[in-house]
């Protein structure tokens, strides 16, 4: 029988905000255990919360990124139970009415011929509040309960079962992760945990409507570990069912170290929330002014930004969207803009040579070192034909590795192409004079030649010349 | 809906509060005459009414993103019933 | 002097002369001589209250003293206190020490009122009796072997017996009212949301409210002056500008329209209470009031309502007690689980082990709807039938208890019947409005002891003073409110 995966994503952004979601208690990371726990982290009997505005700005922020309805009107509610990473023995959240609704994402799959792209539902986004963390060795036996990150707000941002393989997914997660930094609602930083994703796991017959039982993996914190964990759990599922078994429900760990899922012994016990409107909090309002002034700061999206590119410089569409995949390669790529390079040449420079030596390195682009500003004189020299495109090839190069600016290592190198017509005339009298076969194969019809030709000249100007006026000057030469 | 002492047992874990076989016999007599009391409401025709969680219709007063509070530990951790090195201790988290 | 008032007393602390010292010591004295056995007051610091009150002396001479300045008064334990043992009535908070200030104790710190010490109460303010404490019962002052009422019933003690000038409550379902009016005394639930719930350990959220509990409405008001104003610290309270309570304390009564609900003078009311509240109603006629019958048709439904929402409310407010970061823990215990389990098993009583059942039962899966959902449905139709009833009337009055102080003891064992003590007082909650009860006379008992009767006066929403206004009317009318208990010289 054939398969179909069937994947929906629920992520944990936490939010940039100074201060928690419902006291003024830092949200800095790494400091020592429980320093960051007031009263409120603690749940000190008798204390309340007051919610933080800019928890609510972020998720409206959210919302118009991905074209949502934004609730005039959402309620927080109480998710009860036990844990001791959770104060107060239950969690405030949003359940029945979230602050946003429903949106969409648009995704890019694969790369090249096989890319495509999809639309991905959001189901919605609510605010609620994170749990301490559990410390484990602290003694025999004992786990050790820090409650500084006990309130730090976050968006949980769930998706219908729109994904179908687990390319799909990380693509989807990878998209996430760009646009909440992109917004600036999320420091993005996976390690310390600011994205975290469960992702539900179905398994079907393909072309069978209905959805099977779904696994949820919790916590998954890294893109690889996400594609392997939905390998392994989609796998597990299809061997589960086509050796006569079935699936119960779960909740899954995935293990990096032996690469598969397992399930959660804590959560045996059917789980009752006991949901309930938190009476300690009211209603919250949010109103078209509250969303308007949201607006005014939001920096313009990378779809407005995507078409944007290709009306305004006419880059091709794969292009725009990969040069708006994040933030910070769309900054980059705008201030190369700016600098005064041509933009088609600035997008090949940067998702060709720039992307590929990260990629190599393993770095972000603000860790480039080449800065826009730098990239955009070497693309001038390119420009106003001072080197070749070989040339800037190797100018580059010299770039990355430090040893100083376009202009300094194109001189040094001594790689400024000649451009005197009398000197290229010169070369290519003496390439014609020694290859005087290749000529003869030209005239009787071999294109080829011709190429071979140029190539010739060009060696023997040891790179420098002007291609362009090699081909001219070759070509009014053989009376082609 | 009437409630047996499996209930309460199930009720009582889900409080984490624990109650022995005689507990939940009692329990249960007196669980089920509250019960009782409650089940009046079942005769009230509640169609449309919607529903009220505060006896104010205002809406939710925000707080600006200020850092208020300072470092407590020490007091806080000296009314905890069992502590090490700043963390709290629990019998060991199984996930 | 210990009778007097918290006005008459401020007077004699801005006239030199007594000090707030040798004032506070008096009433420590009484507590000495008098609280071992009415077991008001279950925690007492003399350091910290002499301390508070030499402080208070000084504010005074620097001519820095407000109306309260000076004033000894009992603290309900279910505040908060830094550096005070807070217990809520409960063995799991038996060794806790407040780290931080509730509001409340904030503002009268900020009056320079002195706190006397932390009044009993029933456990986690669930009951209405003061049986289900931790800490022992408590005696009602005019008779020693009944109940003062609760949960507020060591603060209505303590104000009975003259150990304190005054004290502060906690209302949830009547637990302001009931003991004052069990107790002969002033108790006023403020308009939900005017006082801060920061500080004070939740019952039920969205009913709970703090308040003044005296000798007279007129002390009331000058409470009322401290305890309400807004608190960033909790959400629900409201923004409004300060009100002088004391404003209107003296306005004739001529054409105030009273309604007088039918169903609170029903089958239930016992005989004894109907007199005394008849009573006063003329009396109220006499002062130039207009008595209005109005009726609240869904009265008897506030008990089934309020026995869902505030124990599913209380089952989710209590879930903090886990024995993790502060309260009871377990000496022995296995795993998380059973540490859990066996803490709260050993550190709740019984009363609110039950409540956080129902309160769970309601909440989970499959009843939601039925209780939790249908029970917030007709908390509204409540709510409504007072918005029309004061359309009709300015304010309502009616019995504040079904009947009058009963045996220890006697309905310990019945939660049902205990519950229905609350029958008047409930839905006041559920709407938000304010409620007082002022002291309207006595029954007499079988064996012959006085036996105090509250009047209930309901307000509309932000009508304190308009209520304050019409108790004191009747106070100087009247000595209900003057007169004590036998055995407490
Ligand atoms: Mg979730
Ligand atoms: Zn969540």
């Known amino acids: 029988m054939e398969w179909e995966v069937v994947i929906g994503l629920e992520t944990h952004t936490q939010l940039q905000t100074k201060t928690k979601i419902f006291s003024g208690a830092s949200t800095a990371f790494g400091s020592e255990p429980n320093t960051q726990a007031c009263v409120v982290s603690l749940a000190l009997p008798g204390v309340l919360p007051v919610l933080n505005q800019e928890a609510v700005k972020c998720a409206i922020k959210f919302g118009l990124a991905v074209n949502a309805e934004i609730s005039p009107r959402s309620v927080f509610a109480r998710k009860n139970y036990f844990y001791p990473d959770l104060p107060k023995g239950y969690q405030i959240s949003q359940y029945e009415l979230p602050v946003v609704g429903k949106g969409s994402m648009t995704i890019q799959v694969g790369s090249g011929e096989k890319a495509y792209e999809k639309t991905i539902r959001i189901t919605r986004a609510h605010l609620e509040e994170d749990a301490g963390k559990s410390v484990h060795g602290a003694q025999e036996g004992m786990s050790g309960i820090d409650l500084n990150r006990a309130g730090t707000p976050l968006l949980e941002i769930v998706t219908e079962p729109d994904m179908r393989s687990a390319a799909e997914a990380v693509a989807y997660a990878k998209k996430l992760h760009d646009l909440v930094q992109w917004i600036g609602i999320c420091d993005g930083n996976m390690q310390e945990g600011s994205f975290r994703c469960d992702v539900n796991v179905s398994v079907r017959p393909k072309g069978s409507e209905k959805l099977g039982t779904r696994r949820e993996i919790k916590n ?10 939905i390998e392994f759990e989609t796998r597990w599922q299809i061997e589960t069912l086509e050796d006569g078994g079935t699936i119960q429900q779960a909740t899954v760990l995935f293990n ?30 949010i109103s078209e002014s509250d969303i308007s002034a949201v607006k005014a700061e939001m920096p313009e999206l990378p779809e407005a930004m995507k078409a944007r590119f290709e009306a305004q410089f006419g880059l091709a569409h794969y292009d725009a969207n990969a040069l708006t995949g994040s933030r910070a390669t769309a900054d980059y790529f705008v201030a190369t803009v700016n600098a005064g390079s041509d933009a088609k040449l600035a997008a090949n420079w940067v998702m060709g040579s720039i992307s590929a030596k990260l990629n190599a390195e393993d770095k972000e682009i603000s860790e480039s070192p080449i800065s826009s500003i730098a990239l955009a004189s070497l693309i001038k020299r390119i420009q106003d034909g001072t080197i070749s495109n070989n040339a800037a090839k190797q100018v580059f190069e010299a770039m990355w590795t430090g040893e100083g600016d376009a202009d300094q290592i194109i001189e040094s190198k001594g790689l400024r192409q000649v451009s005197d017509t009398g000197a290229i005339e010169a070369i290519v009298d003496e390439v014609l004079a020694a290859n005087a076969l290749m000529v003869e194969e030209f005239k009787a019809g071999k294109e080829k030649a011709f190429n071979a030709l140029v190539g010739q000249a060009m060696k023997a100007s040891k790179g420098k010349a002007n291609p362009a006026q090699v081909n001219e000057i070759l070509k009014k030469k053989l009376g082609a | 809906m009437s409630l047996n002492s499996a209930d309460i047992k199930r009720i009582a874990h889900l409080a984490r509060i624990e109650v022995n076989d005689t507990e939940a016999e009692a329990t249960l007599s007196k669980l089920t005459g509250i019960l009782g009391l409650i089940e009046q409401m079942q005769a009230v025709d ?3 009414i919607v529903p009220m969680s505060h006896s104010q219709d205002v809406t939710q007063r925000l707080r600006e993103d200020v850092v208020t509070e300072t470092n407590q530990r020490e007091l806080f951790q000296s009314i905890a019933p069992s502590v090490e090195e700043g963390l709290y201790l629990v019998p060991k988290v199984i996930e | 002097m210990i009778n007097k008032s918290l006005k008459q007393l401020g007077a004699m602390l801005q006239g030199k002369e007594i000090s707030s010292v040798e004032l506070t010591q008096e009433f420590l004295n009484r507590i000495d001589r008098l609280n071992p056995a009415i077991n008001a007051f279950i925690t007492l610091d003399k350091d910290r209250t002499l301390a508070q009150a030499k402080r208070a002396d000084e504010m005074l001479s620097a001519g820095k003293g407000t109306a309260l300045t000076g004033l000894p ?5 279910i505040f908060v206190a830094k550096g005070w043992r807070t217990t809520c009535g409960s063995k799991m908070l ?5 780290p931080y200030d509730a509001d409340i104790i904030e503002r009268f710190d900020a009056s320079g009122a002195v706190n006397l010490g932390k009044t ?11 049986e289900t404490s931790y800490f022992g019962k408590v005696q009602n002052p005019w008779d020693r072997s009944r109940v003062p009422g609760g949960s507020s019933g060591g603060s209505a003690a303590a104000v009975a017996a003259r150990l304190c000038a005054a004290a502060t409550g906690t209302d949830t379902g009547g637990s302001i009212r009931q003991p004052a009016s069990l107790c002969g005394l002033s108790g006023l639930k403020p308009t939900y949301g005017l006082a801060s719930r920061f500080g004070m350990i939740a019952f039920a959220s969205s009913l709970d409210q703090s308040g003044p509990m005296a000798k007279s409405c007129e002390d009331m008001a000058l409470m009322m002056n401290v305890i309400t104003g807004f608190d960033k610290r909790d959400s629900t309270s409201l923004n409004r500008e300060k009100e002088d309570y004391t404003r209107d304390l003296n306005k004739p009564l001529a054409g105030l329209k009273v309604g007088l609900p039918k169903e609170y003078f029903a089958e239930g009311l016992g005989a004894d209470v109907a007199k005394v509240v008849q009573e006063a109603i003329a009396e109220y006629k006499k002062l130039g009031a207009e008595m209005v019958d109005i009726s609240l048709p869904n009265t008897q ?10 124990p599913a409310e209380a089952s989710s407010n209590l879930s903090r007690f886990d024995g993790v970061r502060y309260g009871h823990r377990a000496k022995e215990y296995g795993d998380l689980m059973d540490m859990y389990c066996k803490s709260r098993a050993e550190g709740f009583g019984a009363e609110v082990k039950r409540r956080i059942l129902i309160g769970t039962y309601v909440l989970s899966a499959g009843y939601y709807d039925a209780y939790y959902l249908k029970a917030q449905q007709i908390r509204r139709l409540i709510a409504q039938d007072f918005e029309n009833a004061f359309k009709q009337c300015d304010i309502i009055m009616g019995p504040t208890a079904p009947s009058t102080a009963f045996k220890t003891g006697e309905t310990a064992d019945d939660p049902v019947a205990m519950y229905l003590q609350d029958i008047y007082t409930i839905a006041v909650n559920l709407a938000g409005l304010p409620g007082m009860s002022i002291p309207a006379g006595f029954a007499p008992s079988e064996d012959g002891k006085r036996l105090p009767v509250g009047l209930q006066i309901i307000g509309n929403y932000f009508d304190e003073a308009r209520m304050l ?8 009318a009247t000595d209900w409110h003057t007169q004590m208990p036998e055995g407490i010289e």
Request: aromatic share 12%; glycine share 8%; no cysteine.
């Open chain 3, 120 to 130: 009993n109460m029933d456990e986690f303010a669930m009951g209405s009796s003061n």
């Open chain 1, 220 to 229: 998954l914190n890294s893109f690889k570990f996400m594609q392997q964990a």
């Open chain 3, 94 to 98: 038996e060794t806790f020490i407040g």
């Open chain 1, 256 to 285: 990096p170290d032996t690469g598969e899922t397992r399930a959660m012994r804590s959560k045996e016990e059917a789980n009752d929330y006991r949901y309930f409107p938190d009476p300690d909090l009211l209603p919250l309002a």
């Open chain 3, 301 to 310: 439904l506030s008990i089934p309502v309020y026995y869902v929402l505030a």
């Open chain 3, 73 to 77: 008064i009992g603290q309900k334990d």
């Open chain 3, 469 to 476: 206004n019409a108790g004191h009317a009747y106070q100087q």
């Open chain 2, 46 to 48: 509640t169609t449309g």
